[in-house]
């Protein structure tokens, strides 16, 4: 039995404050002590997801915070343009679908970002578009796409809302969602926040909130309206996850400690280096446009990236994730969401290395590891 | 600083087994450690709610397990007949409201139990009833309702489907889904499982299945025919609360451990000490048709609920609650569903009798205890 590490795009490590918490007695959600966890944790969302707006906890996973955004925000028969490239990407488009919405989607090629010439061309030939949805960092493929531009182009060609799904792009990359103008950012509690799965986060812009007047999508659990007043009394419509809110406060002061800047830089130098442990071995790195979340990268056709996901975690107790869908075979996806250093970095390219090696591919001896650690030392 | 005790109507303290497991580091939802876990919880929830249905697992609160047993089991339109009689039964009618269903609610006087008389006559007059809802033991009055009567009505006389919120009566109550032909049956993660708030869970007839196949409420997240096909096959459809379902593993463990016969006898002995306490020291119950979750008393004229719960946790560090609604001044409530024992309830006992002698009303010294006493040594 090997020691277990975590190196797949999420759920990830939770730290050990975060863990304690969690094993402590539970408080009642509706008394004082909560009402302070509530305030605190309330108050630091703002300052990740660098808003004045309200950022709205659900006990859901993300997909249920991808939900909410869209029957709160939009109505039934209004045109939502999906912007695909990855499994994530594709799923508003699915959601919108469920919820009676016409529905364009976006095809970008898995490993390619949407260009915002694209994006315009398809809001010029649909004019009454309502809401565009954007995946900022594509887990299954490790992309990134350009959300600033995206969101510029919006509000240049449209009147739609514009949607972004940041579950694996808040506190990795820079998402100020005010400064940008983003009118919808979601989250999930088991990416960058090291916290275990359970919520999900959904800020939205006074121009989505007008919206939500007029919204006729039938809802109740994630009737947002309602978890905003209760919310912003430090309390929650339903009861919440009372545990991994705990969990979330000592992530999210983590954070504050380390600063914003910091943690950016962090995950940049870590994706960084990654990038250049995989190429380093002959791995073909999928993204054109890399997220600093996971770092996805075909095996040579001779390899089954099943093969090496299953040793790494056999031989190295090492979680790293495969491709999905099509790319199921081909592809294999490391995680350095949350809170990884430079050790961790080094750990899991010695143990691919070490995988590669043995399934018989020609790799020069510590090569991976070698020009992840010029990244590192250069700073 | 007072040890802190939670005897509030739920959440539930959690045992030490589930803090701890919670405290690990989290393990991979998509990994064969998680598969082994959701086999072993899905096969005890199954022994639990006594049903050969599967018993599916939802990150959400009830509130999000009750939408889900609405929007997959009948269709826009239907007539859905909720019982009411306290907070929690109205909520089906309010979710039913909110998608579009013609929602007849059953006025019951909170504190008592609906008859299976009045539920006859309403079914008589709603021929075209499609789904008959009743929250079994209702939390904001500690009444329980005859759910096998009931059930036996809505058969008899109605082609209706009967769903059962089991809460607060799912490990406390004698609920056998299958022999007692229920539906639907939905339970939750903070009440009797004794782990924090987050998972919520829905069984489902063969009845009710075909239901599904024609329902045609809007629904994504909570799309339970996804829910059942991968759960089948020890996958969640959405990143589960992983933390949570680890804990349930723990209690569930215990709660086959203890047999189920027993766990439904302890419940039964501590409401029954409680209420036994609490009326000798001359407080009113509320409810004619008593649960063994939680009891509901009103306290005397001149006395304030609110104060009493306030000092109940100040002095004593236990949490109880008030009252709900209309009742908020008027009633406090004693949660003692979940992991207690006699000595749990002894304490709170003992302690509201000090705060009620504080606060003036004039009870003989120790009667309360004393009452409680003669129900646990009768045994």
């Known amino acids: 039995m090997h020691k277990q590490y975590l190196m797949a795009p999420g759920p990830t490590p939770v730290p050990e404050a975060a863990r304690l918490a969690m094993a402590r007695q539970l408080i009642h959600h509706r008394g004082d002590g909560f ?63 469920a919820f009676s919405m016409n529905v364009v989607d976006v095809e970008v090629p898995w ?35 350009p959300v ?12 739609a809302l514009f949607a972004v799904d940041g579950i694996t792009a808040v506190g990795v990359h820079e998402m100020p969602m005010d400064r940008w103008e983003l009118d919808i950012l979601v989250s999930g509690s088991q990416k960058a926040f090291g916290i275990p ?3 999900g986060f959904v800020a939205a812009s006074e121009r989505a909130w007008k919206v939500a007047e007029k919204s006729d999508h039938p809802r109740y659990y994630f009737d947002l309206r309602r978890e905003q007043q209760r919310q912003k009394d430090d309390q929650t419509a ?52 890399p997220a600093n979340s996971v770092t996805a990268a075909r095996v040579p056709e001779q390899l089954s990236a099943p093969e090496v996901v299953r040793r790494m975690r056999q031989e190295h107790g090492i979680t790293i994730a ?58």
Not at 352 to 367: K, T
């Open 322 to 379: 495969g491709g999905q869908a099509h790319l199921r075979e081909s592809l294999i996806r490391i995680g350095h969401i949350g809170f990884f250093e430079a050790s961790d970095i080094r750990m899991v390219l010695g143990a691919l290395e070490a995988v590669l090696q043995e399934l018989g591919l020609d790799i020069e001896v510590g090569a991976g590891m070698a020009a992840a650690q010029e990244v590192f030392l250069r700073r």
């Open 148 to 159: 600033e531009e995206l969101a510029k182009v919006v509000r240049e060609h449209s009147e």
């Open 238 to 289: 339903f009861t919440p996850a009372i545990s991994v809110v705990l969990a979330a406060r000592e992530v999210l002061q983590m954070m504050r400690d380390e600063g914003r800047e910091a943690l950016l830089e962090r995950h940049r130098i870590n994706a960084e280096a990654t990038r250049a442990g995989m190429a380093a071995m002959g791995l073909q790195l999928l993204a054109s446009c």
């Open 111 to 145: 490993g390619e970002a949407v260009s915002p010439a694209t994006l315009r061309d398809v809001l010029q030939q649909n004019p009454d578009t309502a809401m565009v949805t954007l995946t900022a960092s594509e887990t299954s493929t490790g992309v990134y796409h």
């Open 197 to 199: 799965p359970g919520l």
């Open 35 to 97: 009402r302070e966890v509530m305030a605190k944790v309330r108050a630091d969302l703002k300052w990740l997801f660098e808003t004045d707006a309200e950022v709205l906890m659900l006990t859901s996973s993300g997909t249920g915070a991808f939900q909410a955004a869209i029957t709160n925000f939009s109505s039934q028969g209004d045109t939502l343009v999906a912007i695909g490239g990855g499994k994530f990407g594709a799923r508003w488009g699915d959601i919108g679908r």
